[in-house]
Nanobody, 126 residues
Framework: QVQLVQSGGGLVQPGGHLTLTCASS????????MGWFRQAPGKEREFVAA????????YHADSVKGRFTISRDDAKSTVYLQMNSLKPEDTAVYYC???????????????????WGQGTQVTVSS
């Protein structure tokens, strides 16, 4: 049974930083591509970042490029999203997602992922 458990959200001031964690269980993480998405109130869920099964390919949305970094530690069965220079417009519920794949393809659409974490709130406000 695939499980993704997220942690690390919270309230932070503009310009601050947070690291989101997605801990996996029930499957071999190194067989999976992973992604992060976010959903603000009244908006559709949008792509934030993706990392291939090997970790050799990463891709970030233009809105977060240079500020956010996705990474993975398969030995710890964990995927991270390091978020720096946070802005109020980054406020959203963030979700990690998994897709069984040994491709280096950049999976950026919600329907391309099979399993999802529970979501964690990130609020950027002074």
């Amino acid at each position: 049974q695939v499980q993704l458990v997220q942690s690390g959200g919270g309230l932070v001031q503009p310009g601050g930083h947070l690291t989101l964690t997605c801990a996996s269980s029930g499957f071999a993480l190194d067989d999976y591509a992973m992604g992060w998405f976010r959903q603000a109130p009244g908006k559709e869920r949008e792509f934030v970042a993706a990392i291939s099964w090997s970790g050799g390919t990463t891709y970030h949305a233009d809105s977060v490029k240079g500020r956010f970094t996705i990474s993975r530690d398969d030995a710890k069965s964990t995927v991270y999203l390091q978020m720096n220079s946070l802005k109020p417009e980054d406020t959203a519920v963030y979700y990690c997602a998994a897709r069984g794949s040994h491709s280096e393809y950049r999976f950026t659409r919600t329907y391309e992922y099979d399993d999802w974490g529970q979501g964690t709130q990130v609020t950027v406000s002074s």
